[in-house]
């Protein structure tokens, strides 16, 4: 079992930045990569960006490459969101996950996941 909980989300202007905690506990394999997803008021659950925890390799759905960037602190167990140049569509419900498949985009392949940490852009 892994637990995680997020955090940092909050009320910010179009323009600021955030960033957003994943804090993992129980199993932590460097084999598991950890992701984040978002979903936005009436969307479907969206990738974002995710890393291995054993590290080497990070990837990024295309729309917040550049903005967006995924890192861990496998001392602390986190992985931590920052994100930049936030605009009112960033508005959503984010969450972090775990998954075996690095590889994979699809939320139904994660394994585990946060109850979510809303982020509001006010324009």
């Known amino acids: 079992q892994v637990q995680l909980v997020e955090s940092g989300g909050g009320l910010v202007q179009a323009g600021d930045s955030l960033r957003l905690s994943c804090a993992a506990s129980g199993r932590t394999f460097s084999t598991y990569n950890i992701g984040w997803f978002r979903r936005a008021p009436g969307k479907e659950r969206e990738f974002l960006a995710t890393t291995m925890w054993g590290g080497g390799k990070t990837r990024y759905v295309d729309s917040v490459k550049g903005r967006f960037t995924i890192s861990r602190d496998n001392a602390k167990n986190t992985v931590y969101l920052q994100m930049n140049s936030l605009k009112p569509e960033d508005k959503a419900v984010y969450y972090c996950?775990?998954?075996?498949?690095?590889?994979?985009?699809?939320?139904?392949?994660?394994?585990?996941w946060g109850q979510g940490t809303q982020v509001t852009v006010s324009s």
């Open positions: 996950a775990v998954s075996d498949n690095y590889y994979s985009d699809y939320p139904s392949t994660y394994l585990y």
